[in-house]
């Protein structure tokens, strides 16, 4: 979000807030100045504006633009005249770009609070090797994968890991950050520094370079030519780069060939969508440590993780949502209805609609052991595929969803395999007590 926009949202959901005379008091001329991976600066007009919004706006601020970014940031108010001064400082700085040099890394991204599972085990594993032995085993390191699913937290995790292990020169960009410094945009340099000796200076000096997002590089022919010399440079002397994208090199058709053909010489790793265990895992360890985490109800998480499927900032976005309202509610628990209610307006309502299909599967998986992600995986076995033809059966029966969403429920089939349960399941009970027993059973364990 640019940081006009995003200060502008910030303000109109703080509004809601607080009062009016506090928000004229202390939000009406402020302005956010600066926005990096960790740290928003925040202008302010007063000096005892700054001690003020530290003191008791602080925590507010964090929640509201976690919740608009999904990202937490540090903070910093800064009054006029500091903006001058830093300024000055900024221009002082560049002047010796190798000794204040900047790797851009976020320390919150680590290894240790990476949560593991099958989906981005292989992911994980490789990025560990790289950042133990940078330059030596996998080269380069190519990570792909959707939107929000911890490729940038991966990049930051193995250079977080080789600064801290070694002396090693260590940077951080993302493909635009590159291009913008390629053809010198980048404002930092506008009078003292000629734009060549700038990119060649910060690019090729160093130990492990890790440009997320290549599928922004663009077609320009221009930027690839540099990125295709940067690369070699680096890789001709046994310097790691760590490349990501949402999408394999195969196909960044954008990309010229020779780039493409470089990127396959390293170790391309994919990471998968979490499944349900995953994301339950990732949803504990990020609530850990929060004061109102031992209020949080089991059901609470299995709720999040079965609506929330896409990705992890999903689920992030979710936890911050939740305890915002908790924060205003001051609940005794926060159990499924307190859930529901905090995230009415997150989980989207068709999801909420869909609830019961997903209630059903719910009762189902815990009755036969299995996992809901099972019953909407392809496997054919008969311990998972005939719990999911009970399962489409009373969706059937118990739901008014339609044959066609029931089958994308239950992993995009056709209709005729929801038919075909059905039918299935009617013959047997005709002739089936104990099936009969099982179903009501599972009808009353069903949650409404
Ligand atoms: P991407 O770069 O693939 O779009 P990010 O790395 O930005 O995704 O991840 C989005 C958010 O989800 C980040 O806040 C990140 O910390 C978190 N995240 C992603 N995967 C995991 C994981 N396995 N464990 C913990 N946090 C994760
Ligand atoms: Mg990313």
Redesign the pocket.
Known sequence: MENNMLWENFLNVLKSKISSVSFDTWFKDTKLLKQDNCKLVIQVPMTFHKKFLNDTYYDLIDEIISGLT??SYDLEFIVEEEVIEEEKKEKEEIKDLDLNFNSNLNP??TFA?????ES?RFAQTAAVAVAEQPGKIYNPLFIH??????????MHAIGNYVKENSEKKVLYVTSEEFIADFIGINKKIENNYDVVDYFKQKYRNIDVLLI?DIQFLGSAEKTQAEFFHTFNTLYDSNKQIII?SDRSPDDLKLLEERLRTRFRWGLTVD?YP?NFE?RCK?LK??MLGHEVASLVKEEVIEYIATNCEN???H??GAITRLYAYAAIMGPKEINLDFAVEALKDYIGKSIYITNNITKIQKAIADYYHITIDDLKSKKRNANISYPRQVAMYLCRMTTEETIVKIGLEFGNRDHSTVLHACDKITQELKINEELKKIIEEIKNNIVN
């Open positions: 999904g990202n919150r991204y609070n990476f949560v593991i599972g981005n994968g959707k939107s929000g699913l911890g490729k940038t937290h991966l997320d990501s990471i979490p995953l990732i360890d990020k990705d992890v900032r689920l992030e």
